[in-house]
């Protein structure tokens, strides 16, 4: 599943519970999730790995 910035629309408290809901269905289903974030904090507690692009 590919998602780019799908947090962006969502208020403050929001973006958590998505992404986690997010992370269960994908290893609920065995599907790999590709997520475009410019928040690192949410990256970097909702995701496995979080490469890093230069600016």
């Given at each position: 599943?590919?998602?780019?910035k799908p947090t962006?629309?969502?208020k403050?408290?929001?973006?958590h519970a998505m992404l986690a809901q997010v992370r269960r269905c994908a290893m609920e289903s065995g599907?790999?999730?590709i997520t475009v974030l410019h928040d690192l904090t949410l990256a970097l507690r909702h995701a496995g790995a979080v490469p890093?692009?230069?600016a």
């Amino acid at each position: 599943m590919l998602l780019d910035k799908p947090t962006a629309p969502l208020k403050l408290q929001h973006p958590h519970a998505m992404l986690a809901q997010v992370r269960r269905c994908a290893m609920e289903s065995g599907m790999g999730v590709i997520t475009v974030l410019h928040d690192l904090t949410l990256a970097l507690r909702h995701a496995g790995a979080v490469p890093v692009l230069p600016a």
